[in-house]
């Protein structure tokens, strides 16, 4: 460590480690003779002091920025520079060489990038008499050394215990080093210092960062530990005295939900056997007595909600109606007879105000209509049910025949009416003329209430009309579906005689089917339809046609399969040539009838 004192005679004296080494600076030849054998341009003017305007009493210099923490020899951290403010270097002093500090005016030395956890440095450009010591001597100051491995050509490397030590030591990147009092080439030099890469450092860095990582994954997993919401209990096993505990909790409300939780876990275990399933039902058969609770509470809770539904559409009420008085007193205001009393800031403000106050009251009442139009629509779809078609058309007729009795009803009140009306006109005549008016009135009335009546049996009319074509329509669509199903059951009882021909033993046609093709379900269901769809075609219809036609109801049939079919069965289906020429076609013909004729 060094240290720099100032005394009276604006000499200044470098203290290195514990030994005294003073040199008087008040000479400035002799400090300029100095600085031209190291080659460097002297810092201070012949014949004048080197530090100027020094003031004893304040112990600082005026003329330069005080010592800073960057100076070697201060062991804490430098704090940072502003890069505007240029880097005062001393001549540092130790006990076998000199450092003389670089040209302030020349760019700092260059430097690589600094490898991570970096704890080496290389310097170069050492005197080539320098020794071990020396460099020890020279940055032992900035910091614990680790390791020192020199070389024969000038350079080394200097591992420290800390990484801001690096930083210490590349400060001295750029002094000019004199062993002693030499100025031999072999006895001076100029430092170079960098970072240097080493496997150490990379090893020890890496180790750190893994440590690092592993200390924020435990914290990580610590705070999910910690946030993380508690497991339940473990549920213990089955036993008589665990039974009897539940059996005690299910009949009491506050732990109704342990007690069942713990149920069906024995459950689902697999607790229940034939020694214990006694226990187990008396436990079931405790769990639903609480339905009965459960569904008085909900219930009370529906009720309680009704009534806050109401409450609250009470209350939305008065709050609309007090909305409506006070945009009436705004439209009150509005009018002429006060408006032009008012000055036109008032107006301005009464506008605005009627504005924000409708808007409110809008917002309000379509509140309010929604709360109504949810409570219309639940009790719509409480009474909605599903209805068949034939309850559909039950309606219809039960309507219609109402609107048929109140059209009748309407005609015979407006019979009766006509014959009032026919018989005041007849009083009217025979009547003295006093009553005139009277009778007069009451004809009015009649007229009108006739008209009504008219109207109104119009009306009806015309609704029971359109009933009747409703009731029309419905009933064509069943005479429709009536038809379909009678053919459906043709083809069903075609198919049936079909069968039971091939079954009756009466006639020669079991010997031929018996010996026919003919010899599983499927085989007698095509007959049958290829038999419905040729007596539908009675001029016949080629194999291609037909297969067709069987495609549309299953593709894997074969044509092959179905034209061989048809050819070994001659009293049902024949082959016949129709066209002339080019023209000519085989077309395939029903004649099952023919057959059962000729047997």
Request: net charge negative.
């Amino acid at each position: 460590m060094f240290l720099v004192q100032y005394t009276a005679d604006n000499s200044r004296t470098l203290n290195v480690d514990s030994t005294a080494m003073t040199l008087p600076m008040s000479d400035p030849t002799a400090w300029a003779t100095a600085m031209n054998n190291l080659g460097m341009a002297p810092l201070g003017i012949a014949g004048q002091p080197i530090l100027p305007d020094f003031d004893p009493a304040l112990g600082m210099m005026t003329g330069i920025p005080p010592i800073t923490p960057m100076m070697p020899g201060l062991g804490i951290v430098p704090p940072p520079i502003p890069p505007d403010m240029p880097v005062v270097k001393e001549i540092i002093h130790c006990k076998s060489c000199t450092l003389f500090p670089p040209n302030p005016n020349l760019p700092p030395p260059a430097t690589r990038e600094r490898p991570p956890g970096c704890k080496t440095v290389f310097v170069g450009g050492l005197p080539e008499n320098g020794t071990e010591q020396i460099i020890v001597e020279m940055f032992e100051q900035c910091g614990e050394i680790i390791a020192i491995r020199k070389s024969k050509k000038n350079f080394c490397h200097i591992r420290f215990a800390e990484e801001y030590m690096v930083d210490k030591a590349l400060y001295l990147s750029g002094y000019r080093i004199r062993l002693g009092s030499s100025t031999d080439k072999k006895d001076t030099g100029r430092l170079h210092v960098d970072f240097a890469q080493a496997r150490d450092d990379l090893y020890e860095w890496e180790c750190k960062q893994r440590m690092l990582a592993r200390e924020e994954r435990h914290r990580r997993r610590m705070e999910e530990e910690r946030l993380r919401p508690p497991s339940p209990p473990p549920v213990v096993h089955y036993s008589d005295h665990e039974c009897s505990v539940v059996a005690e909790k299910l009949k009491d409300d506050s732990k109704f939900s342990e007690a069942v939780q713990t149920l069906l876990t024995w459950i689902e275990r697999g607790e229940v056997n034939r020694r214990s399933a006694n226990n187990f039902y008396s436990m079931i058969q405790s769990a639903n007595s609480h339905v009965r609770r459960l569904v008085n509470e909900k219930a009370a809770h529906e009720k309680d909600m009704e009534e806050a539904k109401e409450k609250f559409k009470q209350a939305l009420s008065g709050i609309l109606i007090q909305f409506e008085q006070i945009v009436a007193v705004y439209h009150s205001a509005s009018k002429q007879k006060a408006w032009d009393h008012f000055t036109k800031a008032q107006r301005k403000n009464i506008s605005v105000w009627c504005k924000q106050a409708e808007e409110i009251r809008n917002i309000h009442n379509d509140e309010l209509m929604g709360i109504r139009r949810e409570e219309e629509m639940e009790m719509s779809d409480d009474e909605i049910e599903e209805t068949t078609e034939t309850k559909e058309t039950e309606e219809s007729v039960s309507q219609a025949e109402a609107l048929k009795e109140e059209n009748d009803s309407l005609r015979w009140q407006l019979d009766a009416y006509r014959n009032e009306v026919e018989l005041l006109k007849q009083e009217q005549g025979k009547a003295p003329k006093e009553d005139d008016p009277n009778k007069e009135q009451q004809l009015k009335l009649l007229q009108q209430a006739l008209q009504g009546m008219q109207q109104h049996l119009l009306k009806v009319q015309e609704e029971y009309k359109r009933k009747e074509a409703e009731l029309e329509k419905v009933k064509d669509d069943k005479l429709q579906m009536e038809k379909m199903l009678e053919n459906l059951k043709e083809k069903e009882s075609c198919a049936s005689v079909l069968c039971t021909s091939s079954q009756d033993s009466d006639y020669p046609l079991e010997k031929t089917l018996n010996s026919s093709p003919i010899k599983s379900e499927r085989d007698i269901l095509l007959v049958g339809i290829i038999s419905t769809f040729l007596h539908v075609h009675p001029f016949g219809a080629s194999i291609e046609y037909i297969c067709s036609y069987l495609h549309r109801l299953d593709n894997k049939i074969c044509t092959s399969d179905v034209e061989s079919l048809m050819s070994k069965l001659q009293h049902t289906f024949r082959q016949e040539m129709t066209g002339v020429g080019a023209s000519l076609e085989k077309r395939w013909k029903f004649c099952g009838f023919e057959g059962l004729k000729l047997t």
